[in-house]
Protein backbone atom coordinates (compact mmCIF):
# COMPACT_ATOMS: atom_id res chain seq x y z
CA UNK A 1 0.00 0.00 0.00
CA UNK A 2 1.01 3.43 -1.03
CA UNK A 3 2.84 5.82 1.89
CA UNK A 4 2.24 8.82 -0.58
CA UNK A 5 -0.08 11.23 1.81
CA UNK A 6 -1.86 14.35 -0.27
CA UNK A 7 -2.56 17.25 1.75
CA UNK A 8 -4.95 19.33 1.50
CA UNK A 9 -4.06 22.31 -1.22
CA UNK A 10 -4.43 25.56 0.68
CA UNK A 11 -5.98 27.73 -2.30
CA UNK A 12 -9.78 29.42 -1.87
CA UNK A 13 -10.22 28.91 -5.52
CA UNK A 14 -12.16 25.48 -6.37
CA UNK A 15 -10.60 25.17 -9.55
CA UNK A 16 -7.16 25.33 -7.76
CA UNK A 17 -7.94 23.32 -4.88
CA UNK A 18 -9.27 20.38 -7.80
CA UNK A 19 -6.20 21.33 -9.73
CA UNK A 20 -3.75 21.12 -7.14
CA UNK A 21 -5.53 17.73 -6.25
CA UNK A 22 -5.09 16.08 -9.46
CA UNK A 23 -1.72 16.90 -10.09
CA UNK A 24 -1.19 14.91 -6.69
CA UNK A 25 -3.11 11.97 -7.73
CA UNK A 26 -1.44 12.06 -11.05
CA UNK A 27 1.65 11.58 -9.02
CA UNK A 28 0.05 8.49 -6.97
CA UNK A 29 -1.24 7.00 -10.22
CA UNK A 30 1.72 7.16 -11.69
CA UNK A 31 3.13 4.68 -9.05
CA UNK A 32 0.28 1.85 -9.45
CA UNK A 33 1.83 -0.12 -11.92
CA UNK A 34 -1.21 -2.35 -12.47
CA UNK A 35 -3.91 -0.08 -12.14
CA UNK A 36 -1.75 2.47 -14.74
CA UNK A 37 -1.48 -0.46 -17.43
CA UNK A 38 -4.79 -1.42 -17.53
CA UNK A 39 -6.00 2.36 -17.96
CA UNK A 40 -3.23 2.50 -20.56
CA UNK A 41 -2.92 -0.12 -22.62
CA UNK A 42 -5.49 -2.50 -22.45
CA UNK A 43 -7.85 0.13 -23.62
CA UNK A 44 -5.28 0.29 -26.99
CA UNK A 45 -5.51 -3.63 -27.26
CA UNK A 46 -8.85 -4.82 -26.91
CA UNK A 47 -10.15 -2.68 -30.28
CA UNK A 48 -7.57 -5.20 -31.98
CA UNK A 49 -9.49 -8.51 -30.26
CA UNK A 50 -12.84 -6.22 -31.22
CA UNK A 51 -11.93 -6.08 -35.15
CA UNK A 52 -11.25 -9.71 -35.85
CA UNK A 53 -14.85 -10.43 -33.46
CA UNK A 54 -16.39 -8.00 -36.18
CA UNK A 55 -14.80 -9.09 -39.18
CA UNK A 56 -16.77 -12.41 -38.25
CA UNK A 57 -20.07 -11.41 -38.05
CA UNK A 58 -22.62 -10.71 -41.16
CA UNK A 59 -22.48 -6.61 -40.63
CA UNK A 60 -23.75 -5.73 -44.03
CA UNK A 61 -27.15 -7.78 -43.79
CA UNK A 62 -27.83 -5.73 -40.13
CA UNK A 63 -27.00 -2.30 -42.69
CA UNK A 64 -23.18 -2.03 -40.16
CA UNK A 65 -19.96 -2.19 -41.06
CA UNK A 66 -16.81 -2.94 -39.65
CA UNK A 67 -15.58 0.72 -38.96
CA UNK A 68 -19.74 1.48 -36.85
CA UNK A 69 -19.03 -1.92 -34.81
CA UNK A 70 -14.69 -1.22 -33.88
CA UNK A 71 -14.75 2.65 -33.06
CA UNK A 72 -17.82 2.98 -30.92
CA UNK A 73 -16.55 -0.35 -28.84
CA UNK A 74 -12.93 0.68 -28.69
CA UNK A 75 -14.58 4.07 -26.56
CA UNK A 76 -16.81 2.35 -24.16
CA UNK A 77 -13.71 -0.17 -23.63
CA UNK A 78 -11.48 2.85 -22.62
CA UNK A 79 -14.57 3.84 -20.79
CA UNK A 80 -14.38 0.82 -19.09
CA UNK A 81 -10.74 0.09 -18.35
CA UNK A 82 -9.61 3.87 -18.23
CA UNK A 83 -12.28 5.41 -16.00
CA UNK A 84 -14.63 3.04 -14.31
CA UNK A 85 -12.02 0.34 -13.49
CA UNK A 86 -9.01 2.15 -12.90
CA UNK A 87 -11.43 5.13 -10.89
CA UNK A 88 -12.45 2.43 -8.35
CA UNK A 89 -9.20 1.05 -7.69
CA UNK A 90 -8.43 4.81 -6.91
CA UNK A 91 -11.42 5.50 -4.45
CA UNK A 92 -10.54 2.58 -2.78
CA UNK A 93 -7.29 3.08 -2.03
CA UNK A 94 -6.92 6.67 -1.20
CA UNK A 95 -10.06 5.55 0.90
CA UNK A 96 -7.75 2.97 2.71
CA UNK A 97 -5.14 5.21 2.87
CA UNK A 98 -6.81 7.39 4.83
CA UNK A 99 -6.36 10.39 2.41
CA UNK A 100 -10.32 11.07 1.97
CA UNK A 101 -10.66 11.46 5.33
CA UNK A 102 -7.73 13.80 6.00
CA UNK A 103 -8.83 15.65 3.03
CA UNK A 104 -12.42 16.37 4.53
CA UNK A 105 -10.82 18.15 7.32
CA UNK A 106 -9.49 21.09 4.87
CA UNK A 107 -11.27 23.41 2.96
CA UNK A 108 -11.80 21.41 0.29
CA UNK A 109 -15.69 19.84 -0.22
CA UNK A 110 -16.27 16.91 -0.74
CA UNK A 111 -17.86 16.81 -4.65
CA UNK A 112 -13.97 18.84 -5.44
CA UNK A 113 -12.58 15.75 -3.71
CA UNK A 114 -14.00 13.59 -6.06
CA UNK A 115 -13.50 15.31 -9.01
CA UNK A 116 -10.22 16.53 -8.24
CA UNK A 117 -8.63 12.33 -7.62
CA UNK A 118 -11.11 11.39 -11.13
CA UNK A 119 -9.50 13.80 -12.88
CA UNK A 120 -6.20 12.17 -14.15
CA UNK A 121 -8.41 8.78 -14.71
CA UNK A 122 -11.02 11.23 -16.63
CA UNK A 123 -8.32 12.96 -19.07
CA UNK A 124 -7.13 9.23 -19.82
CA UNK A 125 -10.31 8.60 -20.53
CA UNK A 126 -10.78 11.19 -22.84
CA UNK A 127 -7.31 11.37 -24.81
CA UNK A 128 -8.03 7.49 -25.51
CA UNK A 129 -11.01 7.96 -26.70
CA UNK A 130 -9.90 11.07 -29.14
CA UNK A 131 -6.85 8.50 -30.13
CA UNK A 132 -9.20 5.46 -30.71
CA UNK A 133 -11.73 7.34 -32.79
CA UNK A 134 -8.91 8.88 -35.25
CA UNK A 135 -7.01 5.84 -35.28
CA UNK A 136 -9.68 3.35 -36.21
CA UNK A 137 -11.75 5.78 -38.43
CA UNK A 138 -8.25 5.81 -40.67
CA UNK A 139 -7.34 2.26 -40.26
CA UNK A 140 -10.79 1.03 -40.44
CA UNK A 141 -12.38 3.75 -43.17
CA UNK A 142 -15.27 4.89 -40.89
CA UNK A 143 -14.69 8.54 -41.86
CA UNK A 144 -15.86 11.29 -39.77
CA UNK A 145 -18.73 11.00 -37.62
CA UNK A 146 -21.57 12.05 -39.76
CA UNK A 147 -23.05 13.78 -36.55
CA UNK A 148 -20.42 14.93 -34.36
CA UNK A 149 -23.08 16.21 -31.42
CA UNK A 150 -23.74 13.12 -30.36
CA UNK A 151 -20.91 11.27 -30.25
CA UNK A 152 -19.81 14.00 -27.69
CA UNK A 153 -22.57 13.69 -25.74
CA UNK A 154 -22.01 10.10 -25.44
CA UNK A 155 -18.85 10.43 -24.05
CA UNK A 156 -19.36 12.93 -21.63
CA UNK A 157 -22.71 11.11 -20.28
CA UNK A 158 -20.26 8.03 -20.33
CA UNK A 159 -17.28 9.61 -18.90
CA UNK A 160 -19.81 11.30 -15.50
CA UNK A 161 -21.57 8.32 -15.23
CA UNK A 162 -18.69 6.03 -15.37
CA UNK A 163 -16.67 7.87 -13.03
CA UNK A 164 -19.87 7.86 -10.07
CA UNK A 165 -20.33 4.12 -11.03
CA UNK A 166 -16.34 3.85 -10.12
CA UNK A 167 -17.44 5.82 -6.16
CA UNK A 168 -20.24 3.51 -5.67
CA UNK A 169 -18.51 0.32 -6.74
CA UNK A 170 -15.34 1.78 -5.00
CA UNK A 171 -17.91 1.85 -1.68
CA UNK A 172 -18.70 -1.27 -1.74
CA UNK A 173 -15.21 -3.03 -2.12
CA UNK A 174 -12.65 -3.40 0.97
CA UNK A 175 -9.36 -3.76 -0.34
CA UNK A 176 -7.81 -2.35 -4.01
CA UNK A 177 -7.59 -6.29 -4.73
CA UNK A 178 -11.25 -6.70 -3.74
CA UNK A 179 -12.00 -3.88 -6.13
CA UNK A 180 -10.80 -5.00 -8.72
CA UNK A 181 -13.16 -8.00 -8.42
CA UNK A 182 -16.23 -5.72 -7.96
CA UNK A 183 -15.85 -4.03 -10.69
CA UNK A 184 -15.12 -7.09 -13.15
CA UNK A 185 -19.48 -7.78 -13.19
CA UNK A 186 -20.70 -4.66 -14.85
CA UNK A 187 -17.25 -4.92 -16.90
CA UNK A 188 -17.89 -8.02 -18.55
CA UNK A 189 -21.62 -7.68 -18.81
CA UNK A 190 -21.02 -4.55 -20.78
CA UNK A 191 -18.25 -5.97 -23.30
CA UNK A 192 -21.14 -8.70 -23.94
CA UNK A 193 -24.41 -6.70 -23.39
CA UNK A 194 -23.83 -3.33 -24.59
CA UNK A 195 -22.89 -3.60 -27.91
CA UNK A 196 -19.53 -3.46 -28.01
CA UNK A 197 -18.27 -6.93 -29.04
CA UNK A 198 -21.82 -8.05 -30.43
CA UNK A 199 -24.05 -5.06 -31.85
CA UNK A 200 -27.79 -4.92 -30.82
CA UNK A 201 -28.82 -5.38 -34.10
CA UNK A 202 -27.52 -8.54 -34.49
CA UNK A 203 -28.35 -10.26 -31.00
CA UNK A 204 -32.43 -11.83 -30.95
CA UNK A 205 -35.18 -8.73 -30.29
CA UNK A 206 -35.76 -10.28 -26.80
CA UNK A 207 -32.19 -10.26 -25.15
CA UNK A 208 -31.49 -6.74 -27.05
CA UNK A 209 -34.37 -5.43 -25.77
CA UNK A 210 -32.64 -6.59 -21.94
CA UNK A 211 -29.31 -5.42 -22.51
CA UNK A 212 -30.72 -1.85 -23.94
CA UNK A 213 -31.24 -1.29 -20.27
CA UNK A 214 -27.51 -1.44 -19.36
CA UNK A 215 -25.69 1.38 -18.48
CA UNK A 216 -23.25 1.62 -21.55
CA UNK A 217 -25.77 0.98 -23.85
CA UNK A 218 -27.26 4.37 -24.39
CA UNK A 219 -23.34 5.57 -24.55
CA UNK A 220 -22.65 3.12 -26.99
CA UNK A 221 -26.26 4.12 -29.02
CA UNK A 222 -24.99 7.89 -28.98
CA UNK A 223 -21.93 7.21 -30.11
CA UNK A 224 -22.28 5.04 -32.94
CA UNK A 225 -24.97 6.72 -34.18
CA UNK A 226 -22.87 10.00 -34.00
CA UNK A 227 -20.81 8.12 -36.46
CA UNK A 228 -22.99 6.83 -38.99
CA UNK A 229 -26.01 8.99 -38.56
CA UNK A 230 -28.45 6.30 -38.76
CA UNK A 231 -29.90 7.21 -35.18
CA UNK A 232 -33.44 8.41 -35.37
CA UNK A 233 -34.72 11.44 -32.96
CA UNK A 234 -36.69 9.09 -31.13
CA UNK A 235 -34.24 6.73 -30.71
CA UNK A 236 -31.61 9.18 -29.83
CA UNK A 237 -34.24 11.00 -27.15
CA UNK A 238 -34.32 6.90 -25.30
CA UNK A 239 -30.75 6.74 -25.48
CA UNK A 240 -30.51 10.49 -23.81
CA UNK A 241 -32.92 9.93 -21.64
CA UNK A 242 -31.44 6.21 -20.15
CA UNK A 243 -28.23 7.71 -20.05
CA UNK A 244 -29.39 10.83 -18.25
CA UNK A 245 -31.44 8.18 -15.90
CA UNK A 246 -27.97 6.39 -15.36
CA UNK A 247 -26.04 8.72 -14.79
CA UNK A 248 -28.53 10.60 -11.89
CA UNK A 249 -29.07 7.53 -10.10
CA UNK A 250 -25.46 7.23 -10.10
CA UNK A 251 -24.71 10.25 -8.71
CA UNK A 252 -27.16 9.83 -6.18
CA UNK A 253 -25.72 6.33 -5.00
CA UNK A 254 -22.71 8.02 -4.27
CA UNK A 255 -24.37 10.80 -1.99
CA UNK A 256 -26.40 8.56 -0.47
CA UNK A 257 -23.44 5.25 0.11
CA UNK A 258 -19.73 6.53 -0.59
CA UNK A 259 -17.80 5.57 2.58
CA UNK A 260 -15.16 7.94 3.27
CA UNK A 261 -13.38 6.04 6.28
CA UNK A 262 -11.91 2.63 6.06
CA UNK A 263 -14.23 -0.37 5.82
CA UNK A 264 -12.98 -2.90 8.97
Same mark, same amino acid.
Given at each position: ????????PATTSPAGRMRALARAELTLLGRAKGTLFAALFVPLVMPFSLRQVAGGMDLKANGLTV? #? &?VVPGAIGISL?? #? &?????TAVFVARREELVLKRLR???????EILAGAALPSIAIGVAQCVLLAVGCGVLLDAGAPSAPHLAIVGVLLGIVMFAALAAVTGSFSRSTESAQVMSMPLIFASMFGSGLFIPFEVMPDRIASICELLPLSPVIELVRGGWTGGLSGSDT???LALAVAWTTVSVFAVRRWFRWEPRR
Open positions: MSTTTMNPG #A &VLF #A &VYSALTGELRDPLSA
